[in-house]
């Protein structure tokens, strides 16, 4: 049997990861990503400086900084928070690894999931002594979606099965389907993180043209050059008006692509007579049309901050009810793993 607190850490760190998602939009969109230009402390020190002995330490080993104490905050809290999540990911691999006898314990997810974290704890690290290069801030966004959905997936194998009635044979065809989704959805979300770590957001201020134009002036290759330059400072963005149009652009028609064809999968779905995968179905389609309103009251409204967080936590919930959507589908036949 499972044990009792390997569940509810499942559903703790699931709440949490989506936290620290939600946070980590705010430190970004805040510039607050080099508020603390040190990895793991912040200016050489557990907390942000503000004695006056901690400050001489600061001009004597960071000169000329200047030591900006609610970005400091809002970057220590960030990492405060992520480290907490990676030490609860851990227990819960050590729980799943001595309870690896009882029946339904997954155990190769768990251990996962501490690879997984411990590489999106050196992509935080690089994120800071790469300056914020946009590869590396978009990678660390993605990776942290893909925890959370593990996660989500990892809390909903392990809650008690009440729901094995209302299974459809029907919904079985759809599996792959909804599988494809989830790739169409982190293609979306990395496009969303590019927009972001590039400054990209506000490049389009009307909607539905862009710039006044249904096509304006784009510039391919220098708007999706990944490999940047080494030693440049990216806190603001480094690329020209035609390249962050293109980034724009892209994101709206991948915004595009992903709506219909999640919209086409939860009627699919909901057709299909499966009463857990209805439900999940209807949710994904809620979140959906939230999240699309989100985005285009960022565009109309100059991205206030507030909502652009929020439509950060939109996709968060978003990958979660899709990752639901799939484990309703899998319920009948998916073993622990």
Not at 77 to 99: D, F, Q
Not at 272 to 293: E, H, N, P
Not at 313 to 329: C, K, T
Request: aromatic share 8%.
């Amino acid at each position: 049997m499972i044990s009792r607190w390997f569940v509810r850490l499942s559903y703790l760190t699931t709440i949490l990861a989506f936290c620290v998602i939600v946070i980590g939009a705010f430190v970004r969109l805040t510039d607050a990503g080099l508020g603390c230009p040190d990895w793991p402390g912040c200016y050489g020190h557990i907390a942000p400086p503000d004695e006056a002995h901690e400050l001489a330490h600061v001009e004597k080993h960071f000169p000329g900084a200047e030591v900006e104490q609610h970005k400091a905050w809002n970057e220590m809290i960030h990492r405060y928070l992520a480290s907490a999540l990676g030490m609860l990911i851990i227990v819960m691999a050590v729980l799943a690894w001595r309870n690896r006898h009882a029946e339904g314990q997954p155990v190769v997810l768990p251990i996962l999931l501490v690879l997984l974290v411990s590489f999106q704890g050196a992509l935080g690290m690089w994120t800071v002594t790469m300056l914020l290069r946009p590869a590396i801030v978009t990678m660390h966004l993605v990776t942290g979606m893909l925890t959370l959905a593990l996660l989500g997936w990892l809390a909903f194998r392990v809650r008690p099965r009440a729901n094995a009635s209302g299974f459809s044979m029907r919904s079985q065809g759809l599996r792959g389907w909804a599988f494809l989704g989830l790739f169409v959805l982190f293609a979306q979300i990395a496009l969303g993180g590019w927009t972001s770590t590039n400054y990209a957001a506000l490049h389009c201020p009307d909607f539905p043209t862009c710039q006044g134009q249904w096509l304006p002036p784009t510039d391919f290759s220098e708007a999706f050059d990944i490999i940047g330059e080494p030693g440049v400072n990216y806190e603001g963005g480094q690329l020209d008006n035609d390249a962050r149009v293109t980034i724009h652009l892209v994101h709206r028609i991948g915004a595009l692509i992903t709506t219909v064809y999640l919209l086409l999968l939860a009627m699919l779905v909901i057709r299909s007579g499966d009463t857990l995968a209805r439900r999940a179905a209807l949710l994904l389609m809620a979140i959906l049309a939230i999240q699309v309103g989100l985005g285009i009251g960022n565009i109309i409204l100059s991205l206030p901050l507030g909502l652009a967080v929020a439509h950060n936590g939109g996709a968060a919930l978003l990958l979660l009810s899709l990752v639901f959507l799939n484990h309703a589908l899998r319920r009948k036949t998916a073993g622990a793993i």
